[in-house]
């Protein structure tokens, strides 16, 4: 059955966390679309509404161990030294103080809730992925330049598309199913100035959850644990991305589920029989028969690059109170 996560709004598409440091304040407008499809997606009006729906443009500024992030009715600024994040309520003029430690609870938390509203049928296909994870696994990769070009944000793009498959070790994708990530991206010359917009990220997640990419803290920890396959097969699309030559100014990310020979012959065998009940299950099974399932689309644009910061840009307006 078809899972999903909702991202937050301030999703950084996963080739920039391969950069290295860059030293140099940045300040960017960027927009972050996400597609939900399945149980995560029906439990998406509690933590995106609209904007999730819909796409969000936000406004991100860094410099040094300080980043702001702030969009039409929300903001966020996160500081490393003081392993503090500060949420905005821009219309209403507060902001609250949320730990890194406590963070990482909130991840906790999220994975045992998933656990306890997931179904029995998706309850046992999160037994089989975490079984197939355990397994020895095979992670396949493939990049081409497709030679097409256009100008995002001031800057001459090329672009790249990047497949990443994790499936069993000595089975093919069809035969043994699995995961595939497919990253189609759109790379502009080397912009320093958004090395350090990555550098900041990594940081970031490495002082919350090294295998998140981005991500809210709740739902990244939600779908890790619907989909064991999608750690390893983010690793490797760091890994490989960060060999390519560029900054990324728009990526779409597609995630997909693929069922094994057994899981879509047990599907078949469960469809039901003849008269109006078989009809019925027919018709409710025909969208899970497709070998290939959806599980989240995340579509990332950098709309405009400035290479200067103010002052205030990184802090909590002195009008604002603070909401415990």
């Not at 043994?176 to 958004?194: E, F, H, K």
């Not at 990220?201 to 779908?223: L, Q």
């Not at 469960?270 to 109006?276: I, M, Q, R, S, T």
Request: hydrophobic share 40%.
């Amino acid at each position: 059955m078809n899972r999903v996560l909702k991202t937050c709004a301030l999703v950084l598409p996963l080739l920039v966390l391969c950069a290295t440091p860059a030293a140099a304040d940045v300040k960017t407008r960027d927009r972050t679309q996400v597609k939900l499809e399945g149980f995560l997606g029906r439990m998406m009006g509690m933590f995106g509404g609209k904007g999730a729906r819909e796409g969000i443009v936000t406004t991100n500024a860094v410099s040094g161990d300080r980043k702001a992030e702030m969009g039409d009715a929300n903001g966020r600024i996160v500081d490393l030294r003081e392993e503090k994040v500060y949420e905005l309520d821009l219309k209403r003029k507060t902001y609250q103080v949320t730990t890194f430690d406590e963070l990482r609870r909130r991840m906790r938390e999220a994975q045992e809730k998933a656990a306890r509203e997931a179904s029995k049928e998706e309850r046992e296909e999160q037994r089989e992925q975490a079984e197939q994870a355990a397994a020895e696994l095979e992670v396949d990769f493939d990049v081409k330049e497709t030679g097409q070009t256009k100008t995002l944000a001031g800057h001459s793009t090329r672009e790249v598309v990047m497949t990443v498959a994790v499936r069993p070790k000595g089975r093919t994708l069809e035969e043994g199913g699995g995961l595939v990530m497919t990253s189609n991206t759109w790379l502009a010359p080397v912009i320093p100035q958004m090395q350090e917009i990555a550098e900041f990220e990594m940081r970031y997640w490495k002082a919350i959850a090294p295998e998140t990419a981005g991500m809210s803290a709740e739902m990244m920890a939600t779908v890790m644990a619907m989909y064991p396959l999608l750690k390893p097969a983010m690793e490797r699309l760091k890994t490989e991305s960060s060999k390519l030559e560029g900054t990324p100014l728009a990526t779409t990310s597609v995630f997909e589920a693929v069922k094994s020979k057994e899981q879509a012959a047990q599907q078949s065998q469960a469809k039901g029989g003849g008269g109006l009940s078989g009809r019925l299950a027919s018709r409710i099974m025909r969208k899970e028969e497709q070998p290939r399932a959806t599980i989240f689309t995340v579509s990332h644009e950098t709309l405009e690059v400035t290479p200067s910061v103010a002052e205030a840009d990184l802090q909590i307006p002195a009008d604002f109170k603070e909401r415990k």
